[in-house]
T-cell receptor
Framework: QQKVQQSPESLTVSEGAMASLNCTFSDRSSDNFRWYRQHSGKGLEVLVS????GEKEEGSFTAHLNRASLHVFLHIREPQPSDSALYLC???????????FGTGTTVSVSP | DPKIIQKPKYLVAVTGSEKILICEQYLGHNAMYWYRQSAKKPLEFMFS???????DNQTASSRFQPQSSKKNHLDLQITALKPDDSATYFC???????????FGSGTRLLVI
């Protein structure tokens, strides 16, 4: 069964510094990878979706997928205090509809 | 304007009672989903529907029953409520598995 793990559990960065989040998955047939953000008490906001190895940029967010190493990374360029939130990685296997989520990384951006 | 409407936003229920969580999407999507977010646990997939048909069910308990009266509706009926059912329930929709999944703002359920 697919396992999705995220690290670190929490991360504090200074405003403007790069933030890097890691997500590992266990099923090599995974082909669908998404990063979401959830502000406290709110719903999920999609940041970037990636379906093939390499990088994909959406605004200040860049996802980097390496399926051979079972990793997908999220880099946040020049984060602002408003980027403080829970960041969630979600993965689905080939042909699957279910998104399997990691437990998240709580990012705090200090001014 | 919210594209996915979930009602109610907050719900308090007594153990053993039954509740229905409402979800409507105005995105024209063909697929709809339910997820649950409990304290200290990852967001958990529950059901997927496509063209009003149940496609995936990852919920072990038959106390959870999705109901789709229209293509853009997917309600969730929960019977014999237990305190462990306390969670935020999110509805989502997508056009297909490669397009964006849009999530609603959730229904926060507390069972006492």
């Amino acid at each position: 069964q697919q396992k999705v793990q995220q690290s670190p559990e929490s991360l504090t960065v200074s405003e403007g510094a790069m933030a890097s989040l890691n997500c590992t998955f266990s099923d090599r047939s995974s082909d669908n990878f998404r990063w979401y953000r959830q502000h406290s008490g709110k719903g999920l906001e999609v940041l970037v979706s990636i379906f093939s190895d390499g990088e994909k940029e959406e605004g200040s967010f860049t996802a980097h997928l390496n399926r051979a190493s079972l990793h997908v990374f999220l880099h946040i360029r020049e984060p602002q205090p408003s980027d403080s939130a829970l960041y969630l990685c979600a993965v689905s296997i080939q042909g699957g509809r279910a998104l399997i989520f990691g437990t998240g990384t709580t990012v705090s951006v200090s001014p | 304007d919210p594209k996915i409407i979930q009602k109610p936003k907050y719900l308090v229920a007594v153990t053993g009672s039954e509740k229905i969580l409402i979800c409507e999407q105005y995105l024209g999507h063909n697929a709809m989903y339910w997820y649950r977010q409990s304290a200290k646990k990852p967001l958990e997939f529950m059901f997927s529907y496509s063209y009003q048909k149940l496609m995936d069910n990852q919920t072990a308990s038959s106390r959870f029953q999705p109901q789709s009266s229209k293509k853009n509706h997917l309600d969730l009926q929960i019977t014999a409520l237990k305190p462990d059912d306390s969670a935020t329930y999110f509805c989502a929709s997508s056009q297909d598995r490669h397009s964006d999944y849009t999530f609603g703002s959730g229904t926060r359920l507390l069972v006492i």
